[in-house]
């Protein structure tokens, strides 16, 4: 690079200014999309979880009951039965009161350019000659980037969430199921 090349501000300036437009929109994308994706999918794993809880108990008060008219069904169940059911039933009402959790323990958001009187008096000066050029630009760009880097860190803390509740419906569902097999099984 060139020694003599004098500093360009009109391009520092438009540069920031893209950088700042997309720091918007990426700051739009981890506070309004993102949170909004995870919410409709934390609902439906609460709705899956309390139907799963409901099928499940159905089933196992149908099972000892004995209410269920099909001759291979009318067995006593063994104690392995219980213990699985139960397991099942249990994980499915902790997924649930875990989505509860996630849902209601969302922080507010912060404002992303902190105080736009603070801002105002920046690009005043900048304006005036007391400041540097570009300033207020910077002050934004950095704001922004601050936000987005706690909001990310929040969307992370919900996503390792949703996935324990994915992984807990699943072992639950499987759960259900051996415990119908185990009790559908005939006894040795």
């Not at 000892?64 to 039933?89: C, E, M, R």
């Not at 603070?118 to 300033?135: F, I, P």
């Not at 910077?138 to 990310?152: A, E, F, R, W």
Request: aromatic share 12%; proline share 3%; net charge positive.
């Amino acid at each position: 690079m060139s020694q003599n090349k004098q500093f360009d501000h009109a391009v520092y300036e438009k540069n920031l200014v893209i950088l700042a437009d997309h720091a918007q929109k990426e700051y739009k994308l981890v506070t309004q999309e993102v949170p909004a994706y995870q919410r409709s999918v934390l609902k439906t794993y609460l709705w899956l979880s309390s139907l799963l809880v409901a099928a499940e108990v159905a089933t196992f008060k149908a099972l000892i009951g004995k209410t269920i008219n099909v001759t291979w069904l009318q067995k006593d169940p063994s104690i392995f039965f219980y213990h699985i059911s139960v397991a099942s039933i249990f994980l499915g009402f902790a997924v649930f009161c875990f989505g509860i959790d996630t849902m209601r323990g969302r922080k507010p958001r912060v404002m992303p350019y902190g105080s736009f009187m603070d801002l105002a008096d920046k690009a005043y000066k900048e304006a005036s000659g007391e400041k540097s050029r570009a300033t207020t630009l910077t002050t934004v760009i950095k704001s922004l980037n601050d936000s987005i880097i706690t909001q990310k860190d929040e969307i992370h803390k919900v996503g390792i969430k949703l996935r324990f509740m994915s992984f807990g419906i699943n072992f639950s569902i499987v759960l259900g199921v051996l415990a119908f097999i185990v009790f559908a099984l005939p006894k040795p």
